[in-house]
């Protein structure tokens, strides 16, 4: 069965730190798509990226960085020189190609990233 | 203006009683999804519509039902609400066919007293 597994529920960091979240997932199909939102304190659900199963590259958007890694099913993100506005919950979300006809996204439980000034 | 919108954006119930969440969409998007959001258990899928004439359950349907009026608009329904329905609700769409993310509104928070 799919499942994503965020393992670190809440990180504290001071400003201009580096932070990295986990993600490992699970899941029988070869072909899928990972995701990452964030979630600031206002609630909204923002898209940060998407990755094919099939696309290993390491992804760099600024002050973010996504590293893939199937040999170890991990999809990993690291903020760099972190913001007080980086402050968010952050899920990471897996979308199967055969999961049924939904390709619906399966979340894991988010990471609580506290920035402090 | 946002592309997907959700009213109430607040709303304060007590048992029993019948609410209903709406959401609009106007990125014509064919596919809309409603998802609650629980504390330390991520987000879970509700119901899902890939067009109006299709409806489908998700992952935890009992006690919900849904209404997709036009493509734009898809409600969610709680016939009799009870307390462990409150919780964070987001709709979403997202554009046919392939993995294209989905875009999500900007929730309701519900509480059911």
């Known amino acids: 069965a799919q499942k994503v597994t965020q393992a670190q529920t809440e990180i504290s960091v001071v400003e201009k730190e580096d932070v990295t979240l986990d993600c490992v997932y699970e899941?029988?199909?070869?072909?899928?798509?990972l995701f990452w939102y964030k979630q600031p304190p206002s609630g909204e659900l923002v898209f940060l990226i998407r990755?094919?199963?099939?696309?290993?590259q390491n992804e760099i958007s600024g002050r973010y960085s996504w590293n893939f890694q199937k040999s170890t099913s991990s999809f990993n993100f690291t903020i760099t020189a972190s913001q007080v506005v980086d402050s968010a919950v952050y899920f990471c979300a897996l979308s199967e190609l055969y999961g049924g006809a939904t390709n619906k996204l399966i979340f894991g439980t988010g990471t609580l990233l506290a920035v402090q000034p | 203006d946002a592309d997907v919108t959700q009213t109430p954006r607040n709303r304060i119930t007590k048992t029993g009683k019948r609410i209903m969440l709406e959401c609009s969409q106007t990125k014509g998007h064919d596919r809309m999804y409603w998802y609650r959001q629980d504390p330390g258990l991520g987000l879970r899928l509700i119901y899902y519509?890939?067009?109006?004439?299709?409806?489908n359950k998700g992952e935890i349907s009992d006690g919900y039902s849904v209404s997709r009026q036009a493509q734009a608009k898809f409600s969610l329904s709680l016939e009799s609400a009870i307390p462990n329905q409150t919780a964070l609700y987001f709709c979403?769409?997202?554009?046919?066919?392939?993995?294209?993310?989905?875009?999500f509104g900007p929730g309701t928070r519900l509480t059911v007293l």
């Open positions: 519509s890939f067009d109006v004439k299709d409806i």
């Open positions: 990755r094919n199963s099939f696309d290993e």
């Open positions: 899941t029988r199909d070869t072909t899928y798509y």
């Open positions: 979403a769409t997202r554009a046919g066919q392939g993995f294209n993310e989905q875009f």
